[in-house]
């Protein structure tokens, strides 16, 4: 009885510790009818968008162009973070995904397996992985960077959904910060 409840214990911490690999999960973005890591309260302890964060978003045009690929930058700083995530996802004028996001060849992005979700929504999502999350130093975020391949038409506006994390790197769930952000880029006008 001992060896089996020590094997239960084995394997319950494994997948604990596995899905902190994961990065965020799907639909953690702030999108329309996402939550965020801080509504689902796995990193709480402060209201959404609260203390001063500096983020950085680089990369998105005023109006993208069809077909074109987009280089996107995301960085944060916050006094006394250790930790850093970040999901994203892109929409159209109806909340459906709009155009292709691609992690790139960094080791510290990654595109969700659209399996686990694919029945509530088809956008897609990009998260951190368990070694994009630590900055170059205290207060100071990597740098993700990914690419966006926008639509093949201009028919709709794209709405940029982003959720961050600060986080203090006490593995609990209290004393991080979550902070969301929405930028709508328009389509080329012919």
């Known amino acids: 009885m001992r060896n089996t409840l020590i094997f239960i214990i084995t394997i319950l911490m494994a997948v604990s510790l596995s899905a902190k690999k994961k990065g965020a999960p799907p639909m953690a973005a702030g999108a329309p009818n996402d939550r965020t890591c801080n509504t689902s309260k796995c990193h709480a302890g402060n209201d959404l968008n609260t203390d001063k964060a500096i983020i950085t978003i680089e990369g998105l045009p005023e109006a993208y162009t069809p077909s074109e690929i987009y280089e996107i930058t995301l960085k944060l700083k916050q006094d006394g973070a250790k930790v850093w995530g970040f999901q994203a996802t892109v929409a159209d004028e109806d909340g459906h995904g709009q155009g292709t996001l691609m992690p790139g060849t960094s080791k510290d992005i990654q595109l969700l397996d659209n399996a686990r979700y694919q029945s509530k929504t088809d956008r897609q999502y ?50 991080d910060f979550i902070y969301t952000r929405s930028i709508e880029v328009e389509a080329v006008k012919k």
């Open 126 to 175: 990009l998260t951190h992985t368990q070694s994009g999350i630590k900055g170059p130093k205290k207060g100071i975020s990597p740098t993700w960077t990914f690419q966006w391949q926008a639509p093949d038409s201009a028919s709709s506006s794209s709405s940029f959904y982003f959720a961050f994390n600060a986080a203090d790197g006490n593995t609990k769930k209290t004393g």
